[in-house]
Each structure stands twice: as structure tokens, then as C-alpha cells.
């Protein structure tokens, strides 16, 4: 993973954070605050703009936007002249980016993303927006130094402008905030039938999921769809969810070797990822697997769902009990070099027999779809197919692509691993627990339901104090009050 490596010989103020992401910003040049009084009392004090960079550990975005601005003496040093600089993991305040991401939608008229990269006014208010900024100009967007010299002129020379646009997104905010409490005789089920139109209008009948690239699982959606089946035996409805889970499954977004699926696809087909796992992700995404094989006893469902929660113990929960946030997407500074393959790799491997079915199956036979002439693993062909060509029957197919399994699994285990996030956070191992539980029960695993159990007691142990919840925990320390997500 590209981590924040350029140093002055001096941390600056998040040397003192438990958060990764923060801490990896520890020796940048830039002169970063957490949020919090300190920062905010100075921006006031100095009559400063503020700096607010949002982001977390296995962003890829996040990493090059640091390693391309933040770890830059020079950059840093226009930074630090004109701005108060505030880094916020924003797996630790969600809140501050819930904010700062719809600012941003209402500035750009199109979803936000990580890095944000905010300007705000000494009181907060944002004036300012956009996520990963380059050095020098290029992808169509201005270079970052230009920029902040631009943003921190127009603070400075059109403050009478800057107050007007304030006044205009606080009352946008404003309106956003309901006014009255809504009865439950108010609710239509009309609401469910646009909602599952919407869907139906967008969903891809070819490649499934929604839209185009980027695409994201949306979980959610795929649950409601499938919940709208089972209430109203609407065969479209189930066709959404059935047919987008099957194609996730057999895309590259979900990692064939070792379980668990990526955040999202760069391209419409499910073909190559971001390839950073979260646990957010892949909670709501095992409960739902568990519920598509209830509907249809798919063979595909049970291996993915059982591959996701090995990956979840094996990888992602701590010795205490608890389950780590994420892992990164990068390894020795490169994305998804840990997870790629060349033939000859894989032949060096396997067995020719072994071989002959990846390479069918699993797309080493085709033209490489990765950098560097190499391979990420996803469906080709259907498994029945390659038995058929290779003329073996299918229960030697499935044993040989096992066997290839375990083979290539072993090895890239040996590989320089991608960063994981260790914090702990409640809501994310709510999700989880959400997750594991509803598996183990569909298919009678005690070891899914002892893990979910232990994240549980974890939970109680650890991070329920006073009757209050606490949201993160990381080296021996249970912090920041719980939000709403927490408690829900």
C-alpha cells in the first residue's frame, strides 16, 4: 500500500491518534490537526480557512492524493501557509462526513467520494469542495497547489460572497431536516412500488446490479428487490437479485482464492475492482447470500456465503473477539498486487490437469484483463462447460479446480499482504453480526454463529460503558461516543 513515507524527522499532532488512517499522516509535512477544539478555536484565532481532507485506510484515491501532495515539502508548505489542516478518518465520524459529502453534492450536482477534500470557513461552514486533487493538472482537474491558492484568494478578497453561498448551504441543510414527525397512517405502500420501479428502470438485465461503471453491489437494493419477491411473488423483482448475486459471484469483485468481495467494480461486467475489502460490505453481503440460496438451493450461494465467513474469521477478527474494519487495496505500492496472476505463476503451481481448468474457467486462457500482462481471477466459462471440453466429467472437474484452489490460495498467502485496519468499530460488527448470525442459521454452522457471538461479547465488554455505547476501539482503547448507526 502507498503509505505516507516523506518525513521531516517531526509528527505532527495525529502521531497521538488511534486511528491507522490518521497515524499514517503522522510524518507528513503538513501541519495536521485531528478535529476537535483545538484546530477549530485556531482557524477562528487566525481568521483561516480550513483544510478538511476525509478519508480512510484502504483508499486507494487517499493514498495517492498523499503520497503525489501530502508528503510534498512544497505543497505542504503552501497548505500549512494558508490553511488550517484537518484530517478525519471518516470510519470514526461519520457524521463529519455525512455532512461534508452532501456539501459536496449540492456544490458539484454529483456524489462525493474519498478522498473529500473540503474548504471550510473558520465556522465550519463549507465553501468549497471536491475529492482527489493531482499536483499538477491533469484528468481534467486543476493541479492541487494552483487550487489552494485560488480557494484560499477567493476566502480572503470575496468574503462578502463566501458569507451569501454559507447562508444558502446552511439553509439547504436547513430544509433537509423534517419539521414534523410523519404518522404511520401516512405511510402508503405506494412508496414500495416507486422504489421497486426505480429499480426495475435501472437495473443492468445483462451484467446485473445498477447503471453503468462504476458499479457498486447495493446490497439494500438487492435485499428489498428479493423481499418484494418473496411478498409479492414478483418473478422481476427476484430476477434482479438472483441474477446480479450469480454475477457477482463470478466476477472479479469477489475473490475467488480467499472469499469476501471487493468494494465495487471499476468497469459494468463485475470484472476488476478497487480491490480494498470492507466489512461493511461484506456483512449485509453474506446475509444475502444466505438469503438467495434459501430462495434458490444454488450451489454457487452456499460456496460463496461459506468462502466470505472463513475469509471473516480467518482474517478479520481480532484474537479479543472483535472484527477489524478493512484491508487495503494496495501491496509493495500497488493495487491489487497481491491478488493477480501470470500463467506462468500459475503453472509453476498446478498440475497440467489442474491448469487446463483454471485457465478455462477462471479466464488465465484469455487475454490478460490487468496490468502488467497479468490476470484477476473471475468466471470465464461455467465449470459444467469445461468439463465438458476437457471431456472429464464434472465431479473430476470440481476436484481438480479445488485442488488448483488450495494450490494458489497457499501461495499468495506467502505474498506481501495489503495493509488491514485494525479499529473496531460497533456498527460495523453489528453488521456483521447481522450477517454471520442470519448464515449460520440458514445453514447450521455453530463456528459462523460462535464468531458472531464473540464480536457480540466483545461489544458488551469493551466498548458498553455506563449504558452508553462507544463507537471505535483500537490498541487497548474504547473512544468517541456512538452514533446513531451504533445504536440502530
Same mark, same amino acid.
Given at each position: 500500500m502507498t503509505r505516507s513515507t516523506a518525513s521531516t524527522g517531526k509528527k505532527n499532532r495525529l502521531a497521538q491518534e488511534t486511528s491507522p488512517y490518521l497515524q499514517q499522516h503522522a510524518d507528513n509535512p503538513v501541519e495536521w490537526y485531528p478535529w476537535g477544539k483545538e484546530a477549530l478555536a485556531l482557524a477562528k484565532e487566525l481568521d483561516k480557512p480550513i483544510l478538511l481532507s476525509i478519508g480512510y485506510s484502504a483508499c486507494h484515491w487517499c493514498h495517492v492524493m498523499a503520497h503525489e501532495s501530502f508528503e510534498d515539502p512544497e505543497v505542504a508548505a503552501v497548505m500549512n501557509k494558508l490553511f488550517v489542516n484537518i484530517k478525519v478518518d471518516r470510519e470514526e465520524r461519520p457524521d463529519l462526513d455525512q455532512i461534508y459529502q452532501t456539501a459536496h453534492q449540492l456544490f458539484n450536482q454529483r456524489a462525493g467520494g474519498w478522498p473529500l477534500t473540503m474548504f471550510l470557513t473558520p465556522d465550519q461552514t463549507p465553501y468549497f469542495g471536491g475529492t482527489y486533487f493531482p499536483k499538477t493538472a491533469r484528468y481534467g482537474l486543476p493541479g492541487f497547489p494552483q487550487l489552494l491558492e485560488k480557494v484560499a484568494h477567493f476566502y480572503k478578497e470575496k468574503r462578502e460572497e463566501v458569507r451569501e453561498q454559507g447562508a444558502q448551504v446552511r439553509a439547504a441543510f436547513g430544509n433537509m431536516v423534517p419539521h414534523s414527525t410523519a404518522h404511520h397512517s401516512d405511510?402508503?405502500?405506494? =412508496?414500495? +412500488? =416507486?422504489?421497486? +420501479?426505480?429499480?426495475? @428502470?435501472?437495473?443492468?438485465? @445483462?451484467?446485473? $446490479?445498477?447503471?453503468?461503471?462504476?458499479?457498486?453491489?447495493?446490497?439494500?437494493?438487492?435485499?428489498?428487490?428479493?423481499?418484494? %419477491?418473496?411478498?409479492?411473488? +414478483?418473478?422481476?423483482?427476484?430476477? /434482479?437479485? /438472483?441474477?446480479?448475486? !450469480?454475477?457477482?459471484? &463470478?466476477? $472479479? /469483485?469477489? +475473490?475467488?482464492? $480467499?472469499?469476501? *468481495?471487493?468494494?465495487?467494480? =471499476?468497469?459494468?461486467?463485475? !470484472? /476488476?475492482?478497487? *480491490? &480494498?475489502?470492507?466489512? %461493511?460490505?461484506?456483512?449485509?453481503?453474506l446475509g444475502l447470500y444466505a438469503d438467495g440460496w434459501r430462495v434458490t438451493q444454488s450451489p454457487l450461494f452456499a460456496q460463496v456465503a461459506a468462502q466470505t465467513a472463513e475469509w471473516v474469521m480467518r482474517d478479520m477478527q481480532a484474537p479479543e473477539g472483535g472484527y477489524y474494519s478493512s484491508v487495503d487495496a494496495d501491496s509493495e505500492g500497488e493495487e491489487g498486487k497481491f491478488y493477480i496472476w501470470s500463467p506462468a505463476e500459475a503453472t509453476a503451481l498446478l498440475s497440467d490437469e489442474e491448469y487446463d481448468v483454471v485457465a478455462k474457467h477462471w479466464g488465465l486462457s484469455q487475454p490478460p484483463n490487468f496490468e502488467n500482462q497479468h490476470w484477476h481471477l473471475r468466471v470465464i466459462e461455467p465449470l459444467e462447460k469445461v468439463a465438458s471440453r476437457l471431456k472429464i466429467d464434472i465431479s473430476t472437474a470440481e476436484e481438480r479446480l479445488a485442488s488448483a484452489r488450495t494450490k494458489l490460495f497457499a501461495a499468495r498467502e506467502k505474498r506481501v499482504r495489503p495493509g488491514r485496519d485494525e479499529k473496531i468499530l460497533t456498527s460495523w460488527n453489528a453488521l456483521m453480526i447481522q450477517g454471520m448470525t442470519r448464515a449460520a442459521a440458514v445453514f447450521g454452522r455453530e463456528d459462523w454463529l460462535a464468531s458472531a457471538r464473540r464480536s457480540l461479547d466483545f461489544i458488551r465488554s469493551q466498548l458498553w460503558r455506563e449504558e452508553r455505547l462507544l463507537a471505535t476501539y483500537k490498541d487497548g482503547r474504547a473512544h468517541l461516543n456512538a452514533y446513531l448507526d451504533d445504536y440502530a
Open positions: 405511510f402508503s405502500p405506494l =412508496v414500495l +412500488d =416507486v422504489a421497486l +420501479d426505480t429499480l426495475k @428502470a435501472n437495473f443492468d438485465g @445483462a451484467h446485473g $446490479g445498477f447503471g453503468g461503471a462504476p458499479k457498486f453491489p447495493h446490497t439494500p437494493d438487492l435485499e428489498f428487490a428479493l423481499r418484494r %419477491y418473496a411478498a409479492l411473488n +414478483d418473478m422481476e423483482a427476484r430476477d /434482479i437479485a /438472483i441474477h446480479t448475486l !450469480t454475477k457477482m459471484a &463470478e466476477g $472479479g /469483485i469477489y +475473490d475467488h482464492l $480467499g472469499g469476501g *468481495f471487493c468494494r465495487y467494480s =471499476v468497469d459494468a461486467q463485475w !470484472t /476488476i475492482p478497487h *480491490f &480494498e475489502k470492507m466489512l %461493511y460490505d461484506n456483512g449485509p453481503l
